[in-house]
């Protein structure tokens, strides 16, 4: 009896692992794409705050500057905390927007792992919040295109992989037990 069952649990690790394997990796470049759509729309409303705050800086005071370091420079005299706020916000825009930029550099069928670095290189914190809004708000799909499946199919490979060597190590282990049993 116990043979059956070991079996068809082998049999079903074979399967239900690459299988797994394969669904949770077609999900990387929805998870990219879904990440990088955050950060535009992130870069965006952020560019939509900073002008609102120039434009009232400028009306204001009556500045005369054509860029943002220009106006925080000149800001920096009158309101040193709003200077440095607005230093702020435009530090953290570019930060995004360079991120954008770089996962849209990317070969789409690169932008998964770019967008996982770029994630993971985050100094300052500017980021995790995306990446976890972005976690949290993402509903499982079957993209039927071509960098999906890509990415499906290495899921495949690795849990073929995984699985065998699983079943290798449960294995292993039932074969010094049945060789002491033997010894006996």
């Known amino acids: 009896m116990f043979g059956f069952v070991g079996r068809w649990v082998s049999e079903v690790l074979r399967l239900a692992v690459p299988l797994v ?9 929805a998870l990219a794409n879904d990440y990088t759509a955050a950060l535009l729309q992130l870069v ?26 220009e106006l925080v420079a000149a800001l920096k005299d009158k309101e040193p905390s709003n200077a440095e706020g607005l230093e702020e916000s435009l530090r953290r825009m570019h930060v995004l927007r360079a991120a954008y930029d770089r996962i849209m550099a990317a070969p ?24 976890w809004t972005t976690l949290q708000s993402y509903h499982m799909q079957i993209a039927l295109e071509l960098t999906a499946a890509a990415y499906a199919l290495a899921g ?11 079943l290798a190590l449960a294995g292993s282990g039932r074969g010094r037990r049945s060789a002491a049993n033997w010894r006996r």
């Open 44 to 69: 965006r409303d952020e560019r939509r705050d900073l002008d609102q705050r120039e434009q009232a800086a400028r009306s204001y005071y009556h500045f005369e500057v054509a860029s943002d370091e």
């Open 156 to 166: 495949l490979f690795v849990g073929s992989f995984v699985a065998q060597l699983l």
């Open 21 to 29: 394997c394969a669904i949770v990796a077609m999900q990387l470049p």
């Open 108 to 131: 789409e069928v690169l932008r998964p792992p770019v967008a996982f670095l770029d994630a993971s290189e985050d100094q300052r914190g500017d980021k995790l919040p995306i990446v």
